[in-house]
């Protein structure tokens, strides 16, 4: 028909089904990431061992304990366990080696710690029994002196919880001063430093809530800017999809509600009169 507009193609929905499909997945992104941060802050990894002393701890309480043997005549040794499992033991004589029923050990002082850890969820406390023990000879009131001036030291109950090893191990060097403070032996041998020997390093610190989940916490960062990064090419698309003049019918009403108007070429004039002259004929 000459005077007919043409019919509104219908759009395709290509288009609405990938911003459908876009719009499906990030909610699903954003929704694992949010499991994951809940998972993550729920479960966590709730490591209850009890560490035993650093390498280096061990092989460098070992010689002030022997020199401390030699001056003094008393074998010295450390003791740590958690319940009923031996994490470590030393002496004078060396590292896995106990004071209490070792040969050439009349006279022993063994200071022992047993550490026990709770999780997380539980409302019981994590807890350190510390206790001072000695060849008969000693007496009880002494070896309980010796145990008090542990605390001269700073080594606690929150300590030993805190670094199990560290602890055991410079408690087990503090006893032939505890012992001479005590009246039990003469004044111990000052160790010789090796200046050579490189100083112990610190304990590691830290929050321990985000050390044991920090795997957790990576992956829901990551989830989150994929999220982000599908709802920003959703909004981009959306917004080149409904530019005016973009996809619209040519009998479409625009944004205004008017309808758009489409300009036909201009019929020569010369064609009009021909066409009339014939329908006179």
Same mark, same amino acid.
Request: aromatic share 6%.
């Given at each position: 028909?000459?005077?007919g507009?043409?019919?509104?193609?219908?759009?395709?929905?290509?288009?609405?089904?990938?911003?459908?499909?876009?719009?499906?997945?990030?909610?699903a992104?954003?929704?694992?990431?949010?499991?994951?941060c809940?998972?993550?802050? +729920?479960? =966590? &990894? @709730? #490591? $209850?061992?009890?560490? %035993?002393?650093?390498?280096? *701890?061990?092989?460098?309480?070992?010689?002030? !304990?022997?020199?401390?043997?030699?001056?003094?005549?008393i074998?010295?040794?450390?003791?740590?366990?958690?319940?009923?499992?031996?994490?470590?033991?030393?002496?004078?004589?060396?590292?896995?080696?106990?004071?209490?029923?070792?040969?050439?050990?009349?006279?022993?002082?063994?200071?022992?710690?047993?550490?026990?850890?709770?999780?997380?969820?539980?409302?019981?406390?994590?807890?350190?029994?510390?206790? +001072?023990? =000695? &060849? @008969? #000879? $000693?007496?009880?009131? %002494?070896?309980?002196?010796? *145990?008090?001036?542990?605390?001269?030291?700073? !080594?606690?109950?929150?300590?030993?919880?805190d670094?199990?090893?560290?602890?055991?191990t410079?408690?087990?060097?503090?006893?032939p001063?505890?012992?001479?403070?005590?009246?039990?032996a003469?004044?111990?041998?000052?160790p010789?430093?090796?200046?050579?020997a490189p100083a112990?390093?610190?304990?590691?610190?830290?929050?321990?809530?985000?050390?044991?989940?920090?795997?957790?916490?990576?992956?829901?960062?990551?989830?989150?800017?994929?999220?982000?990064?599908?709802?920003a090419?959703?909004?981009v698309?959306?917004?080149?999809?409904?530019?005016?003049?973009?996809?619209?019918?040519?009998?479409?009403?625009?944004?205004?509600?008017?309808?758009l108007?489409?300009?036909?070429?201009?019929?020569?004039?010369?064609?009009?009169?021909?066409g009339?002259?014939?329908?006179?004929?």
């Amino acid at each position: 028909m000459a005077g007919g507009t043409r019919p509104a193609q219908a759009k395709p929905l290509a288009k609405g089904k990938s911003r459908g499909w876009q719009a499906a997945l990030g909610a699903a992104v954003l929704l694992g990431a949010v499991g994951l941060c809940v998972v993550g802050a +729920v479960s =966590g &990894s @709730d #490591d $209850l061992s009890v560490p %035993a002393p650093a390498t280096d *701890e061990r092989t460098e309480t070992v010689p002030i !304990l022997r020199d401390a043997f030699a001056s003094q005549g008393i074998c010295y040794g450390w003791r740590l366990t958690d319940g009923y499992d031996v994490v470590s033991v030393g002496s004078n004589l060396g590292d896995g080696t106990a004071v209490g029923d070792a040969p050439g050990c009349p006279r022993w002082i063994e200071v022992s710690a047993d550490i026990t850890y709770t999780s997380e969820s539980s409302e019981a406390s994590d807890s350190a029994w510390i206790r +001072v023990q =000695g &060849s @008969d #000879d $000693l007496g009880l009131a %002494a070896l309980q002196a010796v *145990e008090t001036g542990l605390g001269w030291f700073g !080594l606690d109950e929150d300590v030993f919880i805190d670094d199990p090893g560290w602890a055991i191990t410079r408690a087990a060097t503090t006893l032939p001063l505890l012992a001479a403070e005590a009246g039990l032996a003469g004044p111990a041998a000052t160790p010789s430093a090796d200046p050579a020997a490189p100083a112990s390093p610190l304990p590691a610190a830290g929050n321990d809530f985000w050390r044991d989940r920090w795997g957790w916490l990576v992956a829901a960062v990551a989830l989150l800017l994929l999220a982000a990064l599908f709802v920003a090419v959703g909004v981009v698309q959306r917004r080149r999809t409904t530019a005016p003049g973009r996809g619209a019918a040519a009998d479409a009403p625009s944004r205004s509600g008017r309808k758009l108007r489409v300009r036909a070429p201009a019929q020569r004039a010369g064609a009009e009169a021909a066409g009339r002259t014939r329908e006179k004929s």
